[in-house]
């Protein structure tokens, strides 16, 4: 089974508006993170946003924020008035914990979503 | 300057050539790993090192393998390069006491064409 599931291969906006990018996950760890990063055409991957499982509040980074929902594995970008620098693909990436349980192992990524925002 | 360098950003080579792929970081991080993007399949792990004595296999290393010379070092090599390995490699670097909140930084990439 896919750990991370981006379902919406593209996304449009417009200008100014909010746009919800959505992200389900799968775990049977009870501690985990969760990521989300940004890629622009021009191809460099910048990390966005960080919510830990144990978070009880949604993290938010200026107009991103993100909205965890534990009980449904779902971890969805919200970005409020979406701007044209907007315009990428956003990944989701989860970091669970090693077999052994001791320590926090690799990311998994989802294959991405591409927002295009229109004037 | 930016964190983690990757050089070249930009290699065409032809198959059955060996090539190198370099990263280094000024970051300080223990961690650094090896990504290759092709489109529409997100990013996969090719190896990773958890420190310079420590070397991991990720989910497609065969074709690969990499060398950790120092914490700020962690090179790529395609032992005979094939088309299909043509993509965009990703090097990046994280710390591991920040727990599950452990942020990969990226560097800007290297596009890989094997003709």
């Known amino acids: 089974a896919q750990k991370i599931t981006q379902t919406q291969p593209g996304m449009f906006v417009q200008e100014k508006e909010a746009v919800t990018l959505d992200c389900t996950y799968d775990?049977?760890?009870?501690?985990?993170?969760l990521f989300w990063y940004k890629q622009p055409s021009s191809g460099e991957m910048i990390f966005l946003i960080y919510?830990?499982?144990?978070?009880?509040q949604n993290a938010t980074e200026g107009r991103y924020s993100l909205n965890f929902q534990k009980a449904r594995k779902s971890a969805n970008l919200v970005i409020s008035a979406s701007q044209l620098g907007d315009s990428a693909m956003y990944f989701c990436?989860?970091?669970?914990?090693?077999?052994?349980?001791?320590?926090?192992?690799?990311?998994?990524f989802g294959q991405g979503t591409i927002l295009t925002v229109h004037p | 300057d930016a964190d983690v360098t990757q050089t070249p950003r930009n290699r065409i080579t032809k198959t059955g050539k060996r090539i190198m792929l370099e990263c280094s970081q000024t970051?300080?991080?223990?961690?650094m790993y090896w990504y290759r993007q092709d489109p529409g399949l997100g990013l996969r792990l090719i190896y990773y090192s958890f420190d310079v004595k420590d070397i991991n296999k990720g989910e497609i290393s065969d074709g690969y393998s990499v060398s950790r010379q120092a914490q700020a070092k962690f090179s790529l090599s395609l032992e005979s390069a094939i088309p299909n390995q043509t993509a965009l490699y990703f090097c990046?670097?994280?710390?591991?006491?920040?727990?599950?909140?452990?942020?990969?930084?990226f560097g800007p990439g290297t596009r890989l064409l094997v003709l």
């Open positions: 990046a670097t994280s710390d591991p006491t920040q727990g599950a909140g452990e942020t990969q930084y």
């Open positions: 919510q830990g499982s144990y978070d009880e």
């Open positions: 970051k300080g991080h223990d961690r």
């Open positions: 775990t049977s760890d009870q501690s985990y993170g």
């Open positions: 990436a989860m970091r669970e914990r090693t077999a052994g349980g001791t320590s926090y192992g690799k990311l998994t």
